[in-house]
C-alpha cells in the first residue's frame, strides 16, 4: 500500500502545482467528480486514468507511477504460463498488479511504437508481464501468429517464448508494460 500512497500523493501535487481542483480535474477526464475524489482519496486509480493525467500535463508516465524517469522507452511483451489470455477490461488498478507481483520488484514501463509495415522484431526474456493497450492498435506476434489489441485489450503469455508487438494502425500506439522479476 506504501505504493500506492506515493502515486496518490505524487498526483495530488501535480493537480495542486497545475492549479486544478479536483473537480475541474475530473470534468476534463470525463469522469464524475464523486469518482474522481474516490480514487484519490484511497489511491484507487485505473491505470487508464494515472495514464491520462500523465498525458494532460505532460509528465512522464514512469516518473508518476515510480518516481522515477523512464529507462527504456520502448520494450517487448508479456505473460501467463505457457497460455495466452485477451483480456477487455480498461479498469485495471495499479494495486491489482501490486498484490499479483507483491514479491516482484516491478517496473512499469509507458511503451510508445511509431506506425511500421516491418515485421515485429521476435525476443524472448524471463519475468512476468503484462501489457495494457492505452491508445492506437497493436499486432502481438505470438507462435507465428498476430493478436490484434485496441485500447483497453490486455495480454499475458511467457516471455520465454519468441514474440513481438509492432503498431498496425496509422497513429502511434501506447501501452504498459509491467515487467515483475
Not at 39 to 51: H, L, Q, T
Not at 100 to 127: C, F, N, W
Request: hydrophobic content about 35%.
Amino acid at each position: 500500500m506504501e505504493k500506492i500512497n506515493e502515486i496518490t500523493a505524487r498526483i495530488r501535487e501535480l493537480r495542486e502545482v497545475c492549479d486544478y481542483t479536483q473537480e475541474k480535474l475530473a470534468e476534463e477526464l470525463g469522469i464524475s467528480a464523486e469518482q474522481y475524489a474516490e480514487y484519490e482519496a484511497n489511491g484507487d486509480f485505473p491505470i487508464s486514468v494515472i495514464y491520462e493525467i500523465a498525458h494532460k500535463f505532460g509528465v512522464d508516465f514512469n516518473e508518476l507511477v515510480t518516481g522515477e524517469p523512464s529507462r527504456i522507452d520502448t520494450y517487448h511483451v508479456v505473460r501467463r504460463g505457457k497460455g495466452r489470455s485477451i483480456s477487455r477490461y480498461p479498469g485495471y488498478r495499479f494495486k491489482d498488479l501490486a498484490f499479483r507481483y507483491a514479491d516482484k520488484i516491478m517496473q512499469p514501463l509507458l511503451v510508445t511504437l511509431e506506425p511500421s509495415d516491418e515485421p515485429a522484431k521476435l525476443v524472448s526474456h524471463s519475468g512476468q508481464e503484462f501489457n495494457l493497450v492505452l491508445e492506437g492498435t497493436i499486432a502481438v506476434v505470438f507462435d507465428d501468429k498476430e493478436f490484434i489489441l485496441n485500447p483497453g485489450d490486455s495480454i499475458y503469455f511467457n516471455p520465454t517464448y519468441p514474440h513481438g508487438q509492432r503498431c498496425v494502425g496509422d497513429k502511434k500506439a501506447r501501452f504498459l508494460t509491467m515487467i515483475a522479476e
